[in-house]
């Protein structure tokens, strides 16, 4: 028994009008690329170039779609646990007050994280401790290597690029593998439909390096999109089909990914919130797609608009998580509040155990004459208990899952122990790792004076 569920939220017809209208946004209005190689390189590729506009005819977007090399599609429930770091304060678990990072409170959120069995890694889209400097990507690098996180690939100023380029390669000289290989870089569209020139400057400098930058977009209903959810799904399909194009002219990939993160856009506050129903419903409108053009679909789930760690939290990110999870990929982000602005040790731990559940949940149960168990219920018979059978030591551990944080006692024993509630436990596990020695940096003194070395020049250069 595997718990999958493929989605089926839109109906043959409305695939078919959102297909349509997908179109007709990018032979009518187009993209505003702002950079004139790209428009060139686009012009070369088929498109229609009208000064900074570009537009792309129904024709070109099926022949794209055509040639497009069709993924397995998924047959079974998969999540990951994958946390981040952005800009933004530290809840201290010890006193309660949000805090500005340090590097060492950065460090030991990033060894939390590879402590905990059931977070699957950790990104740095940001660098706290050097918020404000021009140089912030740069040192990013040096800290997510040094300790054992995942750079997202974020470059901000176009000025850094050949300083990044020069400490990929010492990387990659460091660890005998390609520049290719270690090499990580992500450029944004601005929604709606525009690609600024800064972001192509910096996937144009890349690609003359024979490096890939990866472009995303993200949707905001009633702001950068319209407010209602069909719209949104259309304009960010059209995106990510003009994504794909572009893709597929600089690099010749031959797959695309239908992505993108779209969110309601609040209309009492203006704020961009993570956790509401819509992003749900626009995820799983999103994963139909993907399944229907055959290629990979990323939902953006398992984040929070709460600012601390509560039933809020926890159920904003099962709620988008968890049936994008049941239809084959969903995220829960450990440790993220509040709209990726507050970063919390103890939600992290909660969150790992949410993630711990999920995947007994994904892993379902074998049905077989052994689990069955059609004997032993006939040796033990009307009345009788199953506890202290050989098959109950054979099989339990793998069909119940075990809780490390979430309660396991009744009422009377909880009161004796005085054992709090969960965010405590999570606490006091956090204390105890914490407590761990540190692991080995990921950088040699050498090799990591090479890295500073670029980042002081850069540094010089932009003051």
């Known amino acids: 028994?595997?718990?999958?569920?493929?989605?089926?939220?839109?109906?043959?017809?409305?695939?078919?009008?959102?297909?349509?209208?997908?179109?007709t946004i990018l032979a009518r209005t187009g993209i505003q690329v702002e950079h004139a190689r790209l428009r060139e390189l686009l012009d070369g590729y088929g498109a229609l170039v009208d000064g900074q506009r570009v537009r792309f005819e129904a024709p070109l977007v099926e022949t794209f779609l055509a040639e497009t090399?069709?993924?397995?599609?998924?047959?079974?429930?998969a999540m990951t646990a994958q946390a981040g770091v952005y800009q933004g304060p530290y809840l201290d678990p010890d006193t309660g007050n949000l805090v500005p990072f340090t590097a060492t409170t950065l460090a030991g959120y990033i060894k939390l994280a590879r402590l905990l069995e059931n977070v699957s890694g950790i990104h740095?889209?940001?660098?706290?401790v050097a918020a404000g400097r021009p140089t912030e990507p740069l040192e990013l690098r040096i800290f997510a290597w040094r300790h054992g996180a995942d750079e997202a690939g974020g470059i901000q100023l176009t000025a850094l690029c050949p300083y990044l380029l020069e400490m990929y390669a010492i990387k990659a000289e460091a660890q005998a593998r390609s520049l290719q290989d270690v090499f990580r870089g992500q450029a944004f569209m601005i929604s709606p439909l525009r690609i600024p020139a800064h972001e192509a400057e910096q996937i144009l400098f890349f690609h003359e390096h024979g490096l890939p930058v990866s472009l995303t977009n993200m949707i905001t209903a009633g702001g950068s999109g319209p407010v209602t959810l069909a719209g949104c799904v259309a304009l960010n399909l059209a995106e990510r089909f003009a994504i794909g194009i572009l893709s597929r002219v600089l690099y010749g990939h031959r797959t695309w990914t239908l992505g993108g993160s779209i969110t309601p856009l609040d209309m009492r506050t203006m704020i961009q919130p993570y956790g509401r129903p819509e992003m749900l419903l626009l995820n799983l409108a999103n994963m139909q797609l993907g399944r229907?053009?055959?290629?990979?679909?990323?939902?953006?789930?398992?984040?929070?608009?709460?600012?601390l760690p509560s039933n809020e939290a926890g159920v904003q990110k099962l709620l988008t998580a968890l049936p994008c999870i049941m239809a084959g990929g969903g995220n829960i982000e450990p440790g993220l509040l509040s709209i990726d602005e507050i970063f919390s040790p103890v939600q992290m731990i909660l969150d790992a155990e949410l993630a711990s559940a999920l995947q007994r949940v994904i892993q379902g149960f074998d049905v077989n004459d052994e689990t069955l168990a059609v004997d032993v219920i006939d040796a033990i018979g009307p009345g009788g208990f199953f506890t202290a059978t050989e098959h109950t030591v054979r099989h339990f551990r793998r069909e119940q899952w075990q809780p490390q944080i979430w309660s396991r006692d009744m009422l009377q024993h909880?009161?004796?122990?005085?054992?709090?509630i969960d965010a405590d436990r999570a606490r006091e596990r956090w204390a105890g790792l914490?407590?761990?020695?540190?692991?080995?940096?990921?950088?040699?003194?050498?090799?990591?004076?090479?890295?500073?070395?670029v980042v002081d020049r850069a540094a010089n250069a932009l003051n």
């Open 1 to 23: 028994m595997i718990p999958f569920s493929e989605p089926r939220v839109l109906t043959d017809d409305e695939i078919a009008r959102i297909h349509h209208a997908a179109l």
């Open 69 to 77: 090399e069709q993924n397995p599609l998924p047959s079974r429930p």
């Open 124 to 128: 740095m889209q940001n660098y706290p």
């Open 292 to 307: 229907h053009y055959g290629v990979p679909a990323s939902p953006h789930t398992g984040l929070t608009d709460a600012k």
């Open 414 to 420: 909880w009161l004796v122990d005085e054992s709090g």
């Open 434 to 453: 914490m407590a761990r020695p540190d692991p080995e940096p990921g950088l040699t003194p050498e090799t990591e004076r090479q890295l500073q070395a």
